[in-house]
């Protein structure tokens, strides 16, 4: 037992009883509750993250579950190791900070104490995900994330469109978790035991084809849970939930879940470098990328613009895991929890002292009134759009650079293009929202600087945006290097870059930024994306028509399968089998059911035939 | 005089004279107090069945009292299981009997159940098998009739009493028959004659033997010996009727397992292929006429019959493991019978006292704690992780297939899965239907439900929850608790 | 004879159903004949054998014959015992245990007088 971890997830989980259980009794002040033990919590990560730093830490049991085979017992047991603590203190850390945060952000609510329970339990099925030991643990735990995910962006269930929202969010993740159990179960069939680290140790018995097979199905799973193409269209939706939700679930930590399943898999990923698994990962993480960014061009609702820009910062991190650079893809999802957990916490600061306006063409001007929160905007926006020595260029650029050493330029241009992208959007962000004439029809008057409560944690946030990237800093040696590469092995990247396609990763993102200035800072009214791009920029604003394109590609022809499915499969086969199961059922039971008047009679004859037929059974069969 | 305390080793039933003892005490304190003034007998009662609780850890496990009863940790575990669950149902008895009628002797009428529980489980004669019956079913007599009222509860006790009458008379001829095959009564023949090669046992033997098992198979209610089970469990108080669903079935059950060959262990096929028969037979028609009925009560009767189906199979296992995977089943199955009944028991003066499952529309939103525990409960009957029935089926049927028995696994997965249509139709009626009319206009709150309700039935429900979900999430440490 | 083994056997069942037949036989042709109206009901212990049938029954007289069964009964079983234990090696078990069931029936008569089972109204 580790104490200081234990009670890391143990406090959250305290937390979401006492506000599930007790806290309609202290409404006002079960946020305060809340925030308290996710500091206590993020406390003991601190402990354990520094009590652990110098051996290998065994995993200990927690408690044991239930036996699968002679030979194996699924147990809840936690993994403490140096990847693991890294990600316990950024959950802990960026959780605790959007905790405050939201203390602010939900005051005027009815019933906060779901909202703060529901949250400290996503905090404890996170960390638990996090700490797994073996994949069905983990598994159980990813689910539960999903499970909180689904009820936290259907927080104001009722509104149809938060609801409608958590429902897509929970049925397109169930598509990728197919491919998660599908391959426990395949891991299973040939190791007989879920134990991530034993199967990392006996994995170079498996032959390629196998390996390619679960690679694949676990990528399945990341496309879901971290929302890539083809299955991330959940991720914008999930912008119904309130704000602080988006930052903490839907940015920070359960988004990059799926990259930190695949890293803590490595050894499974690590054996055929070459085969098309990673082929497939790399691609569909730069296409993600790069359509995201395109997508981000041209959306108006300002936390649309950074759920797409969420989507595009994952592509990244998978372009790194399919060019096996873990522990880039590691760096970047820290730096980026801390940057965009900033950009949604200041968004939310905005769109609270706006009155829950959203849309970023009735805002402007913005800064003069909120100067703050400005400031901690525009620092996001540059750590996001690599703007160097900000904590966003050293993550994007050396997942760019390892993509490029790895000998991948097509993958390492389309990266470039999303860079640019980024740059202007980001830009685009903060020209319109905080700089310009105020365009909406309401007065102004009311908007004000952000309460203190809420000012802190972006503050603290912006600090980390701007600093968190020396970390990793130099490239390949730095601190965050050294500290993880005692558990996550990755093939070490040969050779070094030229100077030429060293600028070239720099320079995309300055290049997005002066664009974005370039269009947006001259004008008084900035213009609509559509006249700066022409018919492309169409394409930007409908979202590159992807919705149609899913609409007319997948959704129509999956919808005929289903009609198909559902008249053939459903209705013919399962219904009809269950239905004849239950006529079958309920027709004896009718049946049955005159033998059962209750006379008595009825139940002495029946009594007594059944210790006649007992007689007749040993006379007949002999014993 | 103390030879004969060395040679009667009393002390292995000293839990059983530690029950009784409160009874008595109950009785004589209910002789000089009214009713209505009664110093809560419940806690008195619960007094002794945790003392009774607490000295089963201390006793020597053993033979005792001349070789009549012999104690060992199956037979423990199983009366804890028993005493615990005795414990819970008294709980929720202040609720169901108000302040007014019968509470002492109802306390006193449970103690006295549970010794015979002690009694059967632990007996090694037929004799004290037959004492033990009849002290558990006595009580159960009465307290089935204990609505006085209520024609459908003093229809269910004096059926209830018929019947086992009955039972008791084929019991009696089976234990003569017994007598004239092996010169005594000792009940240790049974596992002689069915050791492996053994001299066959006569045939006189078998139709003693056939006698016998039949009385246990009726008071588990396996097909088809069931039919009391209906009218009974319909028309006793909903809190006693919690307790028939465990309390007969552990004694039972473990009384059977000490006349019954496990397995393939005796090398005899007809007992194997005869279990077989009936627990698949009891499974399968439990499952089929719980589908048709619309009374709520009525249906949990038809599910535990199906239950006990499900647990007959434990008796195809040769060795240790079918009978500790029972033992959990048994464990869990009261944990679950106790929430839903005492949420039947709580919300019946609301709804209409006929407790159709229409009439629980709504239950969600008119009391919200209620309806959560019960639909835990009716999960966990189903058999859905992460409860407590999901693991008891697991563990069972788990050993099953491991003893090679496939087909009965096989018969008992599609029957859980045709159950749920009967249990989940529960929750949804619960949950999504209005409530009715009636009951609107007098529960407002969601919690308004909650205070109404006595403190210990809260407490009660609220420990067979926790425990349904324990055993669910660690049965490693559920297993722990029960078993000592 | 076969018969002379069972001569007691018989003898009892003969002197038994003597004992009954002149019983009966004797009362009649000896005992003094005063008819009256209660007389002649066919029940002796007050219930009236004409009219409805479903009708409230004052159940006060069953429960105490019930009652008073249930104590002769108890005490008849200790005269096996007695007889039975008197040669036994542990016949102060015996002896001791038939104390406590007497304190058992105590506890009961108790619980019956105070629950006010024998009160007749």
Not at chain 1, 119 to 129: A, E
Request: hydrophobic share 55%; glycine share 8%.
């Amino acid at each position: 037992m580790n104490l200081a971890v234990v009670f890391t997830f143990l406090l959250p989980l305290c937390g979401a009883l006492i506000n599930g259980f007790l806290g309609q009794w202290f409404r006002k002040d079960s946020g305060t509750v809340a925030g308290t033990i996710m500091f206590g919590s993020f406390m003991c990560a601190l402990i354990a993250f520094f009590q652990n730093q110098a051996s290998p830490i065994p995993s200990f049991t927690l408690w044991h579950w239930f036996p699968i085979s002679d030979t194996y017992t699924a147990d809840m047991r936690i993994l403490v190791d140096h990847l693991s603590l890294t990600m316990a203190v950024m959950v802990t850390g960026v959780g605790f900070l959007i905790h405050v945060f939201a203390v602010g952000y939900m005051d005027h609510e009815a019933a906060p104490e779901r909202f703060f329970c529901y949250l400290n339990f996503f905090v404890v099925n996170m960390l638990l995900l996090v700490f797994s030991d073996n994949l069905v643990m983990m598994f159980v735990f990813w689910e539960g994330v999903g499970l909180m995910s689904y009820l936290l962006i259907g927080f104001w269930y009722y509104k149809p469109e938060a609801a409608s929202a958590g429902k897509k969010a929970f049925v397109m993740n169930r598509v990728g978790d197919t491919g998660f159990v599908l391959a426990i179960f395949w891991l299973f069939y040939y190791f007989h035991t879920f134990n991530i680290l034993e199967i990392a140790g006996k994995v170079k018995e498996l032959p390629e084809s196998v390996v390619t097979g679960i690679t694949l199905l676990l990528f399945l799973a990341v496309t879901g849970k971290s929302a890539q193409l083809p299955l991330f269209t959940w991720l914008p939706d999930a912008m119904e939930g309130p704000t602080p939700v988006s930052a903490l679930i839907h940015a920070a930590t359960m988004v990059t879940a799926g990259i930190y399943m695949v890293t803590r898999n490595h050894a499974l990923f690590n054996l055929y470098p070459n085969d098309p698994a990673h082929m497939v990962i790399l691609t569909v993480g730069a296409l993600t990328a790069l359509v995201a960014a395109a997508i981000a061009l041209g959306q108006n609702d300002i936390k649309k613009v950074l759920a797409y820009s969420t989507v595009s910062q994952l592509g990244f991190m998978v372009m790194a895991l399919g060019v096996g650079c873990y522990i880039q893809a590691v760096f970047h999802l820290l730096t980026h929890a801390c940057f965009k957990a900033l950009l949604f916490l200041t968004a939310g600061a905005v769109i609270y002292g706006m009155h829950h306006e959203q849309d970023m063409t009735k805002m402007g001007g913005l800064a003069k009134r909120m100067p703050m929160t400005a400031a901690c905007f525009i620092i996001g926006c540059l750590a996001l759009a690599g703007f160097p020595l900000t904590a966003g260029y050293f993550s994007k650029d050396a997942i760019l650079s390892a993509v490029l050493l790895k000998d991948h330029p097509y993958a390492w241009a389309a990266g470039l293009l999303a860079a640019v992208f980024t740059g202007f959007y980001s830009t685009r962000a903060v020209w319109l929202t905080f700089f310009g004439e105020w365009r909406s029809s309401h007065a102004p008057d009311h908007i004000h600087e952000t309460p203190r409560v809420m000012l802190m944690p972006l503050m603290i946030l912006a600090v980390l945006a701007l600093g968190a990237g020396f970390a990793g800093w130099p490239e390949g040696s730095g601190m965050l290097y050294k500290y993880l590469e005692v558990t996550v092995k990755q093939p070490e990247l040969k050779g070094h870059l030229s100077m030429a396609n060293w600028l070239a990763t720099i320079l995309p993102g300055l290049i997005g930024i002066a664009l974005g200035l370039f269009f947006y800072a001259r004008g008084k009214s900035p213009a609509p994306v559509v006249a700066l791009f022409g018919p492309i920029g169409n394409w930007f604003v409908q979202k590159l028509y992807l919705d149609e394109i899913y609409e007319f590609l997948i959704v129509e022809p999956t919808k005929i399968f289903a009609q198909a499915c559902y008249y053939i499969g459903d209705k013919a086969m399962i219904d009809g089998f269950l239905h004849s199961w239950y006529n079958v059922c309920a027709f004896g039971g009718s049946r049955m059911r005159r033998l059962h008047s209750g006379h008595l009679h009825a139940t002495l004859a029946s009594f007594l035939a059944g210790v006649v037929a007992l007689f007749a059974y040993i006379l007949v069969r002999g014993y | 005089m103390s030879s004969w305390l060395q040679a009667s080793n009393w002390l292995v039933m000293l839990p059983e004279m530690i029950i009784a003892f409160f009874a008595l005490i109950i009785l004589l304190v209910a002789a000089f107090t009214k009713d209505s003034e009664a110093p809560y007998p419940e806690s008195l009662a619960i007094t002794g069945l945790a003392l009774a609780f607490i000295s089963s850890y201390y006793i020597p496990e053993g033979v005792g009292y001349y070789g009549q009863v012999a104690v060992d940790s199956v037979s423990r575990t199983a009366f804890s299981i028993a005493i615990l669950g005795g414990m819970l149902v008294l709980g929720v008895v202040p609720s169901q009997f108000g302040t007014d009628t019968m509470r002492s002797e109802t306390s006193a009428l449970v103690l006295f159940s549970l010794c015979g529980v002690g009694f059967m489980v632990t007996a090694q004669h037929l004799i004290m098998l037959f004492l033990g019956i009849e002290l558990l079913s006595l009580p159960l007599y009465i307290m089935a009739g204990m609505r006085t009222r209520d024609p459908r509860s003093r229809e269910a006790a004096l059926k209830y009493f018929i019947v086992g009458a009955f039972a008791s008379a084929l019991m009696l001829f089976g234990m003569a028959i017994y007598l004239g095959a092996n010169g005594d009564l000792l009940m240790n023949h049974f596992a002689l004659s069915f050791q492996k090669n053994a001299v066959p046992p006569t045939l006189i033997f078998f139709a003693g033997w056939i006698l016998i098992s039949t009385a246990m198979l009726f008071k588990l209610g396996a097909v088809p010996f069931h039919m009391w089970v209906l009218d009974v469990y319909q028309g006793s108080p909903s809190s006693i009727t919690a307790f028939m669903t465990f309390a007969p079935k552990i004694a039972a059950f473990f009384a059977l397992a000490k006349m019954w060959p496990l397995g393939s262990e005796s090398g005899l096929s007809t007992p194997i292929s005869m279990m077989y028969l009936l627990s698949f037979l009891t499974m399968t028609a439990g499952n089929m006429m719980a589908l048709m009925q619309r009374n709520i009560k009525r249906m949990l009767a038809y599910s535990s019959i199906a239950h006990g189906g499900y647990m007959l199979m434990a008796f195809l296992i040769s060795g240790t493991e079918g009978i500790h995977a029972l033992l959990f089943y048994l464990a869990v199955y009261a944990l679950m019978n106790i929430g839903a009944f005492t949420v039947i028991t709580l919300v019946a003066p609301s709804r209409d006292p006929e407790l159709s499952i229409i009439s629980l529309s709504g239950l969600a939103k008119t009391h919200t704690y209620l309806a959560v525990a019960l639909a835990i409960c009716l999960f966990s009957l189903t058999g859905l992780p992460p409860f407590g029935g999901f693991m008891a089926k697991f563990f069972l049927i788990k050993a099953v297939l491991a003893s090679g028995n496939v087909y009965i696994a096989l018969a008992a997965i599609f029957n859980s899965l045709l159950s749920a249509y009967y249990y989940l139709r529960v929750v949804l009626v619960m949950t999504t239907r209005e409530p009715l009319a009636a009951d609107s206009d007098e529960l407002i709150s969601p919690s308004a439900g909650f205070t109404s309700i006595g403190l210990s039935s809260r407490i009660a429900l609220a420990v067979a929850i926790i425990g349904v979900v324990i055993s669910g999430i660690s049965p490693d440490f559920f297993a722990r608790i029960i078993s000592l | 004879m076969f018969f002379i083994n069972y001569m007691p056997v018989i003898l009892m069942f003969a002197v038994a159903a003597g004992f009954a037949v002149a019983n009966v036989l004797l009362s009649a042709l000896f005992g003094p004949y005063r008819a009256s109206a209660a007389k002649m009901e066919p029940y002796e212990c007050g219930a009236h054998p004409v009219g409805d049938a479903r009708k409230p029954v004052v159940t006060r007289f069953y429960r105490v014959a019930m009652l008073f069964l249930l104590f002769d009964v108890e005490v008849a079983l200790m005269l096996p015992v007695l007889t039975v234990y008197r040669d036994y090696a542990f016949k102060w078990v015996a002896f001791t245990e038939l104390f406590l069931f007497m304190a058992l029936l105590v506890v009961g008569y108790v619980y019956i007088r105070g629950r006010g089972g024998l009160e007749w109204d």
